[in-house]
């Protein structure tokens, strides 16, 4: 090592570190990386010509990586290839380490190697990742001959060798999108490496190089979603924020500099970076999607597959067939004058699950007309065949949407496109949901009369959001429009949009509302004008929308409430009377007659399990029962509460969170001992919620120095319901879901004073959403008494929506 070297490696440091000060900020992404790439670039010439590396030399300095490509990063590694041309070990070592040593001393990320030509050919020949990594060799000082020998080397042994190596490259890349997802679809997604990600394009260069796709076509192509290269150099820019923000060479976009990043790049906030990246990554997903099958039918057949004839062109529609498994047009198809070709192309696709040839959407996105208005009935056939082909649906849509196509179909599209939910239940992006919700909704077609009606439905149900306003009302609106472009009949067009209008209508009155009210199924009824098929297909549709939504928003028990909610609908549409609430169980009556205590659990349906306590009466009852059962692993679904002279009888459905539910004798003595005062079951139910986030504390404690601990949680929020019957509340209470929510909620209530009528519980991932109707004295001011103890619960920070209607 070199104290006083008139290039130290301590100067760069230095120079490092003053880059990335506040006195650089005004330095955009492309800024900061040209000037970090010409800062080591510069010292590693000033290195080389001071070590003796020069023309002729036999030594050569080789950028590969992100010096390769002239995307040097900030906290990335130095990637660095010292040729030779066969030096000993005794020349080779000196000039080895005065150009390794001064890197190291001074904290520098090196990723570096020593190699001959031929050596590094038959590494690259060997590891395929090593060969990609060196197809982006670029000459940095010394022997240019020795550089150029190996990227010239490099780069026809790749071509000569991509037949053999396909398969592997191929595998690669999937194992990789298995493994870090998908950039559109993931909350902190994987710049890099994710599917969608700057690897792929990285990709595509490769397969360019070795001649089997036009990688200059697909990049600067002028798109609606946005080029290849325009979502590339995005994608680039927010990974260059992140290293800066983070200080450290992230790929993992953390939440937590989610807004730095917004803020810094121009995106607004958060959310408007979120879709900025998901539609760079679909962008790149689908031109790497493209590349892979384009370059696969380039190459040449070998063994007996090269002595059969080519691939048949099997006819699939008008214009339309199908050759070396992609759907493509067919030679006499004249797109210029056939403006439905679009659909048919996009049916066949769906229909049969091949994809559709890029070169057949870059034809179509440039000459085919826009659709006569209205539809013909030949085309609307087409987008129903697309709309309810299931799985295959999402693929179509895609390759359509990123080429320009489906925006043309639906120009009500672009508001949803890419755009984030704002909701933690749900998985996808507004536009991928709807597009779920048809693929959940095809499974269900048999079931309603009208399938068209569905499908249609569950492409259009969200249409009104990212517009700043109540989305199911905007979407009414925008449907009726969109449908008579369709050439949908005016009854149809009627029942879309009031299918729009009230799609979150049946399970939100069943998660929150009485059903043994009347007057709740009555308000359905009439909001669904009386229609019994309108009631039939949105029964579908809400099945489907919540399937689509995320993991475990449709369950049996809500699909049980769904259900019953729309019997009781269908019974006042045919004018025939309702059932009256079941009467508390004779078994029940008879054991309150003794005054006592007595808990009895009982196999339900399913894994569901019914657990009947039977006390005296008393405030604090149900919070007590409710935190015996969550202290014995059992989650609450729902709890009625009938009092019968003077003695309680609590029904819950319950399920056990693992193994066999407790005996009904050990609950029992539990809560007598809650009764008495002997155990407070509401203080061991906190006491645990305190040591679990005690350990999680001390693990994240041995977390390596540096990388921030956080868990992003939403506000609690209180929700007020309109409700008809003046002696009762209704109110929703949403938050961070733990054990013994329900029974802390509950004695908050019971605290204020208030008597619990009924509760249903609803559990979406890791957010709750408890619904309770209680009853009040009438002298109390109720809300401000129960919204001050549900403080002491829930924290200081809550959100309160006073009557909010159902349906919204």
């Not at 010509?49 to 992100?66: H, K, L, N, R, T």
């Not at 309810?388 to 639906?410: F, H, K, Y």
């Not at 929020?717 to 054990?739: G, N, Q, S």
Request: net charge negative; charged share 25%.
């Amino acid at each position: 090592m070199e104290a006083e070297s008139p290039c130290a490696a301590s100067d760069l440091a230095v120079a490092r570190r003053e880059l990335l000060s506040g006195n650089h900020r005004e330095l955009d992404p492309v800024g900061l990386r040209q000037t970090w790439l010409d800062l080591h670039e510069s010292w590693l010439i000033d290195k080389a010509d001071e070590i003796g590396i020069a023309d002729a030399s036999g030594f050569a300095i080789v950028g590969v990586g992100g010096l390769g490509r002239r995307e040097l990063l900030p906290y990335s590694d130095l990637d660095v290839l010292l040729l030779h041309d066969g030096k000993p070990a005794d020349i080779l070592r000196p000039v080895a380490d005065r150009l390794w040593y001064p890197l190291w001393d001074a904290n520098i990320r090196l990723d570096h190697s020593v190699r001959t030509v031929s050596e590094a050919l038959t590494i690259a020949n060997s590891d395929l990742m090593a060969a990609l990594g060196m197809l982006e060799a670029r000459h940095i000082a010394g022997d240019q001959q020795l550089s150029f020998a190996l990227i010239d080397g490099v780069r026809r042994q790749w071509r000569n060798g991509i037949r053999s190596r396909m398969g592997e490259l191929v595998e690669m890349t999937y194992a990789r999108w298995r493994r870090c997802g998908r950039i559109a679809q993931r909350a902190e997604p994987d710049l890099k490496l994710g599917r969608g990600g700057l690897r792929d394009v990285q990709l595509l260069d490769a397969l360019a190089l070795a001649q089997l796709i036009d990688r200059h076509g697909i990049g600067h192509t002028d798109l609606p979603a946005g080029s290849l290269d325009g979502a590339y150099r995005t994608l680039l820019d927010v990974r260059t924020e992140l290293h800066r923000v983070s200080g450290r060479g992230r790929d993992h976009l953390l939440a937590q500099f989610a807004d730095e990043i917004s803020a810094a790049l121009g995106f607004g906030d958060r959310f408007d970076l979120a879709r900025t990246l998901s539609s760079a990554g679909r962008t790149i997903g689908y031109h790497a999607e493209a590349g892979l099958r384009t370059a696969a039918n380039a190459l040449p057949r070998r063994g007996i597959s090269a002595l059969v004839r080519r691939p048949k062109r099997r006819p699939l529609d008008e214009g339309v067939v199908e050759y070396a498994g992609e759907i493509v047009l067919a030679r006499d198809a004249e797109p210029e004058h056939d403006p439905g070709l679009v659909l048919r192309v996009a049916a066949a696709s769906a229909d049969t699950g091949l994809p559709i040839g890029a070169a057949t959407l870059s034809r179509l996105a440039a000459s085919v007309p826009d659709l006569p208005t209205p539809w013909p009935q030949e085309a609307l056939d087409d987008l129903l065949v697309v709309l309810s082909a299931g799985p295959t649906t999402v693929a179509t849509i895609e390759a359509l949407d990123r080429t320009g196509l489906w925006g043309r179909l639906l120009p009500e599209w672009e508001p949803i496109r890419d755009l984030p939910p704002r909701d933690v239940a749900h998985k996808w992006t507004v536009d991928r949901h709807v597009v779920e919700t048809a693929v959940h909704a095809a499974p269900l077609a048999t079931r309603v009369a009208r399938p068209d009606l569905l499908a249609l439905g569950a492409l259009l149900h969200d249409i009104g959001k990212g517009r700043g306003t109540d989305h199911s009302v905007l979407g009414a609106e925008l449907v009726i429009p969109v449908c008579t472009r369709l050439g949908l009949s005016p009854p149809d067009v009627w029942t879309l949009s009031k299918l729009v209008r009230h799609h979150l209508l049946l399970p939100i009155t069943a998660t929150r509302r009485d059903l043994n009210d009347p007057k709740t199924i009555e308000a359905v009824s009439e909001a669904l004008g009386g229609d019994p098929q309108l009631l039939e297909v949105l029964h579908a549709l809400s099945e489907a929308d919540s399937k689509a939504t995320g993991p475990g928003v449709w369950s049996d028990w809500k699909a049980s409430l769904v259900d019953d909610l729309v019997r009781r609908c269908r019974m006042v549409m045919a004018g025939e009377s309702l059932p009256q609430a079941e009467p508390t169980a004779p078994h029940y009556l008879s054991l309150a007659a003794d005054h006592g205590v007595h808990v009895e659990i009982s196999p339900r349906d399913g894994e569901r399990i019914d657990a009947v306590i039977v006390a005296p009466d008393e405030r604090g009852l149900v919070s007590k029962a409710a935190a015996v059962l969550a202290l014995n692993s059992l989650r609450v679904h729902s709890a009625s509460v009938n009092v019968h002279q003077g003695v309680a009888i609590t029904e819950f459905v319950v399920s056990p969170l693992f193994g066999s539910p407790p005996a009904a004798e050990l609950v029992r003595q539990q809560f007598v001992g809650a009764l008495n005062g002997d155990v407070d079951v509401l203080g061991m139910l906190q006491k645990r919620d305190s040591d679990a986030a005690s350990l999680v504390s001390a693990r994240a404690g041995d977390v390596q120095a540096g990388v921030p601990v956080t868990r992003t949680a939403a506000p609690p929020r209180i929700l007020w319901l309109d409700t008809a019957a003046p002696a009762k509340l209704i109110l929703e209470v949403r938050a961070m879901d733990r054990a013994g929510l329900l029974a802390l909620l509950a004695g908050a209530l019971e605290g204020a004073g208030a008597g619990i009528v009924w509760a249903k519980v609803n559990t979406f991932g890791s957010t709750a959403a408890d619904v309770f109707c209680v009853t009040v004295p009438a002298e109390l001011d109720a809300r401000a008494a129960v919204e001050q103890h549900l403080l002491e619960v829930l924290g200081a920070s809550v959100d309160v929506v006073v009557d909010e209607p159902v349906g919204d």
